[in-house]
């Protein structure tokens, strides 16, 4: 019987019972009205009494586990008490995990000494630590007059590893051009373009003539040049501080960076991992040990909102050893004036860049910047 007819039938007691005092009177009618009188309170009491004495049971195989995956999950609603418990539904977690075949719209009715078992399977979104299974349940008077939410004091936190995409190829550009786009024949000729120098730029490219001329030092680009390989450079900075908006970003982005990284190690192309954190690191990626490392690493690093670009840029332009690749792959959420200086500096090096902007919002994409929403398929737009 739905709850709303059984607030109807009791307010139709009430009337017939106040309608009895005005034409009647008596003990008998006085009697029957103090009893509807009653109900709302013996309801409120009842449903104390349930909260009290309920009993909520869950398991999931294992505390951590990979995201997109599937894994058992099973929970336990009881009655261990003497009495029925009327309405009983319960609340999950569903902001980063979803549970298939459970229906949180539905309410059970328990009696005495009897239990419901549900046993589905858990896929986890995000990379992360977090929540699973039964977040609360919600239980309910015979009348519907009162409602508590009874809060799951066993409740799941599973640690989550980040999901590994294998690609097919790269929507960005032909991997042979990429990777074989300069010339064995001519790796040591010198181009006759000329760009400003910068600090750490061998002397012996200084162009004399033009000093001589101008004033300006500059330097001859050099073209076919033997370079060293792929960089994938992550951008670790944590853009927001609530965990609805963040968590699938970072999600994406490691998803997207251990991707590409994948993909290179797959084809045998010497492959680096870039990221900040604290300090710049630069991880080789030959063997499935090394992407091991990086994966274990990925699993734990922290995105922090002082992990700006501007750390990663000064770092890069120390070093130089992005001004050697063959292509760097950017993977961060937005481009920043560092991001797009580096980037201009790469090209006027002769090397090629693509940025994945990982970002629910629309922008233009063009031959170097890529959208990359949270909830994309990576193996449709990398």
């Excluded at 009993?55 to 029925?84: C, D, M, W």
């Amino acid at each position: 019987m739905k709850k709303g007819l059984k607030r109807i039938i009791w307010l139709f007691f009430y009337i017939l019972s106040v309608a009895g005092i005005s034409v009647y009177g008596g003990r008998a009618v006085y009697g029957f009205h103090f009893a509807v009188l009653m109900f709302p309170l013996v309801s409120f009491i009842y449903l104390i009494c349930v909260y009290m004495s309920f009993k909520i049971y869950g398991k999931v195989e294992g505390k951590t586990r990979v995201a997109g995956h599937p894994s058992e999950f099973y929970y336990s609603l009881q009655n261990e008490s003497f009495f029925a418990f009327a309405s009983v539904q319960i609340v999950l977690y569903s902001d980063f995990s979803t549970i298939t075949d459970a229906d949180g719209d539905l309410c059970y009715e328990l009696m005495p000494g009897s239990g419901f078992y549900k046993s589905s399977v858990l896929v986890c979104k995000y990379r992360g630590i977090y929540k699973v299974g039964v977040k609360e349940v919600i239980i309910e008077d015979f009348f519907g007059f009162f409602k508590l939410r009874y809060e799951n004091k066993e409740q799941t936190e599973v640690t989550v590893r980040p999901n590994i995409i294998y690609l097919d190829g790269l929507k960005s550009g032909d991997i042979t051009s990429i990777t074989f786009r300069d010339s064995k024949i001519n790796k040591t000729e010198r181009d006759v373009l000329l760009r400003e120098y910068i600090q750490g730029d061998p002397v012996k490219d200084i162009n004399w003539k033009t000093f001589a001329k101008t004033g300006d030092l500059y330097v001859r680009n050099r073209i076919g040049e033997e370079k060293q390989g792929v960089y994938v450079i992550m951008d670790t900075k944590r853009y927001s501080s609530d965990i609805n908006d963040y968590l699938p970003l970072e999600n994406k982005t490691i998803e997207a960076t251990l991707a590409l990284a994948m993909f290179f190690l797959k084809k045998n192309i010497p492959v680096n991992v870039v990221f900040y954190a604290d300090k710049l690191y630069n991880v080789a990626v030959a063997t499935m040990h090394d992407f091991g490392r990086v994966y274990n690493s990925f699993s734990e690093i922290g995105f922090k909102r002082n992990y700006v670009f501007s750390n990663t840029y000064e770092a890069l332009l120390k070093d130089r050893f992005l001004f050697d690749a063959k292509v760097c792959f950017f993977v961060m959420h937005e481009k920043s004036k560092e991001s797009e200086s580096l980037c201009e500096q790469l090209r006027e090096n002769n090397v090629l860049y693509i940025n994945y902007l990982v970002t629910d919002e629309i922008i233009k994409e063009s031959k170097n910047d890529f959208r990359v929403a949270t909830n994309a398929d990576l193996k449709e737009v990398l």
